[in-house]
Each structure stands twice: as structure tokens, then as C-alpha cells.
């Protein structure tokens, strides 16, 4: 069964920094694309980054590009999302989720998230 | 970036109702278009790939057409567990955009 749990949220005062990570089970890490979603409380989702299987390409949303950075291990089949200058806008849930080209790209798997509060 | 603009915000039906959600656009993504769903407090999941491909174990009662810039997602007989919000994505290129949910309520 493929597994994705992300861990490491919390909360941060405005201008911190926090480090997620996405622990994964139940298939070939190394063989797939990953991707960091947000979603503030009672709002909707946000891609914001993207990162490929050889780690030859990576992407950001502009509301993220230059304070987050994303990577990934694949010997220990986890990825993270290493997030600086944090600002009261990044609240919100965190979920990894693993890319699939099939027909397209799509979200085939998601973590539960981890809640990430910016706040003083 | 592609705008995605999903109507109606939010609808209400019943059960064993027929549901259909649209979601369009800003340019044309040609089939590159993705539909979850997502219940309160839980991560969204995977309904339709590819415009109307069906994910593996998500029940035939849940389609998905369209092409270009216009896209539906038909729930055919609303059941219980169909009651969340409902997320159109494009694939087309990034930013990955998401259509802003359309909850569906029971009535």
C-alpha cells in the first residue's frame, strides 16, 4: 500500500523557518515525481512545488520560489520541503503528494498533511 | 499562469441525484485535467486523470469529459459519501492551478 506521512509542522514566528519532511512506503520512491500542496484553513489548494525523480527538474509557485526549497533523499525515500522567511500567509496544511504521468500528470497519492502556523 | 474557475461554489442535492460540476480554463489545456475530491479534515483524492479517466477503485458513477478549455465532472446517483468538495487541477504546465472547490451539500 503506498504511504506518504509528512511531518515537522508547528509553529513559527513570522520571518522562521521550518523543515517538513514526507516519509514514504509501499513503492519505488526513487522511480516517481513529487510535489508540496498547501491548503489555508478553509481555503483552497495551492500547488507549490515539484520535484522530479532524477532530481534533474525541480519547479516553484512564484509564492514560493526563493524562500522554500524542495528535495528529496531517495535512500531514504523521503522528501522535504525546507521553508524560510516564513510570513503569516503560510499558514496552512502542508500535504505531499507523488506525481504520475498518466494521461497527463496527475496527484495519484497524498499524505494526511502537517499543520504549519506562522504566528508571533 | 492558467486560471481554473470552477461553478457552481457550492450546490445542494440529494441522494440518488445527478451532480455535474464545470470547471474551465483560462487557455486550452487540451485533456491535461485533473478532478478530486476532498472530505473535511482529510487529504484530497485522485477521482479523474486525463479529463474522464477513471482512477483505479474510484466508483463508475463518477465521470469526467471535456477538452480545451471546458470540463465536467457528472456524479450519476449522489450517495452519502459523495457529500465534500470537489477540486479540478490543470496538468497542462506549472503552476499546477487548482479551481478554487465546489462543496457539494446535502439538501
Known amino acids: 500500500e503506498v504511504q506518504l506521512v509528512e511531518s515537522g509542522g508547528g509553529l513559527v514566528q513570522p520571518g522562521g523557518s521550518l523543515r517538513l519532511s514526507c516519509a514514504a512506503s509501499?513503492?519505488?520512491?526513487?522511480?516517481?515525481?513529487l510535489n508540496w500542496v498547501r491548503q489555508a484553513p478553509g481555503k483552497g489548494l495551492e500547488w507549490l512545488a515539484y520535484?522530479?525523480?532524477?532530481?534533474?527538474?525541480?519547479y516553484y509557485a512564484d509564492s514560493v520560489k526563493g524562500r522554500f526549497t524542495i528535495s528529496r533523499d531517495d535512500a531514504k525515500d523521503s522528501l522535504y520541503l525546507e521553508m524560510n522567511s516564513l510570513r503569516d500567509d503560510d499558514t496552512a496544511v502542508y500535504y505531499c503528494?507523488?506525481?504520475?504521468?498518466?494521461?497527463?500528470?496527475?496527484?495519484?497519492?497524498w499524505g494526511q498533511g502537517t499543520l504549519v502556523t506562522v504566528s508571533s | 499562469d492558467i486560471q481554473m474557475t470552477q461553478s457552481p461554489s457550492s450546490l445542494s442535492a440529494s441522494v440518488g441525484d445527478r451532480v455535474t460540476i464545470t470547471c474551465r480554463a483560462s487557455?486550452?489545456?487540451?485533456?491535461?485535467l485533473n478532478w478530486y475530491q476532498q472530505k473535511p479534515g482529510k487529504a484530497p483524492k485522485l477521482l479523474i486523470f486525463?479529463?474522464?479517466f477513471l482512477q483505479s477503485g474510484v466508483p463508475s458513477r463518477f465521470s469526467g469529459s471535456g477538452s480545451g478549455t471546458d470540463f465536467t465532472l457528472t456524479i450519476s446517483g449522489l450517495q452519502p459519501e459523495d457529500f465534500a468538495t470537489y477540486y479540478c487541477?490543470?496538468?497542462?504546465?506549472?503552476?499546477?492551478?487548482f479551481g478554487q472547490g465546489t462543496k457539494v451539500e446535502i439538501k
Open positions: 487541477q490543470q496538468s497542462y504546465n506549472t503552476p499546477y492551478t
Open positions: 509501499g513503492f519505488i520512491f526513487s522511480g516517481y515525481s
Open positions: 520535484i522530479s525523480s532524477s532530481i534533474s527538474t525541480i
Open positions: 487557455q486550452s489545456i487540451i485533456t491535461y
Open positions: 503528494a507523488r506525481g504520475r504521468g498518466s494521461n497527463g500528470y496527475n496527484f495519484d497519492s
Open positions: 486525463g479529463a474522464s
